[in-house]
């Protein structure tokens, strides 16, 4: 299994700038799918955006395309969520999420598929 660890939350005022970043742990020889999902009060959480094994293939929900951005350092066990133009609608606890994909150059955009979990940050945009 994969251990999870989401570290970059804060508080930063609308039109600025956030990275996070998420530690894998364990068994990281397998190839794993990585995603970014997000949870604000009293809603479900959502699909941020998700990245494949390689990094050759990305995926952004509608509200954040353009702003933010995912990669990931294979090397480190790394994950990345650049989020650029923040705004108070963004302001949830942002969850990393992964699951064994296999080689292939995909990454699923659905909750259900992602079977490892981290902790969460808390991400608050002030207007």
């Known amino acids: 299994q994969v251990q999870l660890v989401e570290s970059g939350g804060g508080l930063v005022q609308a039109g600025g700038s956030l990275r996070l970043s998420c530690a894998a742990s364990?068994?990281?020889?397998?190839?794993?799918?990585l995603g970014w999902f997000r949870q604000a009060p009293g809603k479900e959480r959502e699909f941020v955006t998700a990245i494949s094994w390689s990094g050759g293939t990305t995926y952004y929900g509608d509200s954040v395309k353009g702003r933010f951005t995912i990669s990931r350092d294979n090397a480190k066990n790394t994950v990345y969520l650049q989020m650029n133009s923040l705004e108070p609608e963004d302001t949830a606890v942002y969850y990393c999420?992964?699951?064994?994909?296999?080689?292939?150059?995909?990454?699923?955009?659905?909750?259900?598929?992602?079977?490892?979990w981290g902790q969460g940050t808390q991400v608050t945009v002030s207007s």
């Open positions: 999420a992964a699951y064994y994909s296999g080689r292939g150059d995909w990454a699923s955009r659905s909750l259900t598929d992602y079977r490892y």
């Open positions: 364990g068994r990281t020889f397998s190839p794993y799918a």
